[in-house]
C-alpha cells in the first residue's frame, strides 16, 4: 500500500518585527520638525504662533506624513474619516531676530505734558511776581502821597504802572520831567533793576486838546517826547537799554472822557509797562 502522505496544516504567517521602526521614524520627524519650528520663531512675533499653531494642528492631525492607521492601508486613500489637511507647512527659513522699533506716541504725549506743565508752573510764577511788584509799588505810592496819581493793574500784557503826568512827571505842553516825579521813578527803576526779565514799554498819552508848538507840531512828538524821557531817565539809574521800548499813542486810547477837565486830566498820562513773558492760558 502506498504509504499515506501527512496532511500539512496551514501555512503560519511570518510577522514583521520590524513595523515599529515605522512608527519611531514618523515621531522622530515629527518632532524634529516641531524643534525646528520652535527655534524659527525665536523672536518674538504674533504672527508666527499663529502659523505655528496651523502647523501644529495639521502635524498632530496625521495627515502630512503618508501613511494610514495600519501597516496595509495606504496612506494615499481618503475617507469620510480620514480627511488629509489643507493647512500649508511653510518651510523652515533662517531667521534673523528682529527688535521692535520703540512706540514714539506715548513718550511724544509724555514729553508734550511735562512742556505744557512746565509752561503752566512759568506763567504761575509770573503772575505771583507781578503781584509781588504791584504791592510793592501801591504801598510805596501810598506812603509817598502819590496814591492819587499812580495806579497799578495786572492785565493781559502784562503789569501795567499808570503814572498821572499833571504836577508829577511833567507841565503843561512840556516833555521835561519834573524834580517831584524823579523819587517814584527811582523806584520804579529799583524795581526793574531787581526784576531784570521783563521786557518794559513806555507809552506816552495826552488829551484831545490841539498843540501847535515850534517844539511839538502836534500830541503825537508831545506824547512820544514824554515816553522817551521816562525811559532816557531809568537807563540813566542803571536799567539795560536793550529792555525798553517807547510809543506816543496822542489823544488815542482815552480812559476818561474828554469833555471835562478832570477826564482831560486822567487822559493826560504816562504807562509804564512791564510785559509778560509767559502767555500760557491753560
Known amino acids: 500500500m502506498p504509504a499515506k502522505s ?22 522622530i520627524t515629527l518632532l524634529m520638525a516641531l524643534f525646528m519650528v520652535l527655534f524659527s520663531i525665536s523672536s518674538v512675533n504674533i504672527s508666527k504662533y499663529v502659523t505655528l499653531q496651523q502647523s501644529l494642528r495639521a502635524a498632530f492631525s496625521g495627515s502630512i506624513l503618508p501613511g494610514g492607521r495600519a501597516i496595509l492601508q495606504s496612506g494615499s486613500e481618503s475617507t469620510s474619516a480620514h480627511t488629509p489637511a489643507t493647512a500649508e507647512v511653510p518651510s523652515i527659513m533662517p531667521l534673523t531676530p528682529t527688535i521692535p522699533k520703540p512706540i514714539n506716541q506715548g513718550q511724544g504725549q509724555t514729553a508734550a505734558s511735562a512742556k505744557l506743565l512746565q509752561e503752566a508752573q512759568a506763567a504761575s510764577q509770573e503772575q505771583a511776581d507781578f503781584v509781588a511788584l504791584k504791592f510793592r509799588l501801591d504801598q510805596y505810592a501810598q506812603a509817598h502821597g502819590f496814591a492819587s496819581q499812580v495806579s497799578t493793574a495786572i492785565e493781559h500784557q502784562g503789569l501795567v504802572v499808570t503814572v498821572l503826568t499833571d504836577h508829577l512827571l511833567f507841565d503843561s505842553g512840556s516833555a521835561s520831567l519834573k524834580q517831584a516825579g524823579q523819587p517814584l521813578l527811582n523806584e520804579i527803576a529799583n524795581l ?29 512828538e508831545l506824547s512820544t517826547a514824554r515816553a522817551t524821557t521816562v525811559v532816557r531817565y531809568m537807563i540813566g539809574r542803571g536799567v539795560t537799554a536793550s529792555r525798553f521800548g517807547a510809543a506816543g499813542y496822542a489823544y488815542l486810547h482815552p480812559v476818561a472822557t474828554n469833555a471835562t477837565p478832570a477826564g482831560r486830566a486822567l487822559n493826560r498820562r504816562v504807562e509804564i509797562v512791564f510785559e509778560r513773558i509767559n502767555t500760557y492760558s491753560g
Open 192 to 220: 526793574l533793576s531787581i526784576d531784570h526779565r521783563h521786557p518794559i514799554m513806555v507809552e506816552g498819552f495826552t488829551d484831545d486838546v490841539p498843540i501847535d508848538t515850534s517844539q511839538f507840531p502836534s500830541n503825537w
Open 6 to 27: 501527512k496532511r500539512r496544516g496551514p501555512a503560519v504567517a511570518h510577522e514583521n518585527e520590524e513595523r515599529w521602526l515605522l512608527t519611531y521614524a514618523d515621531m
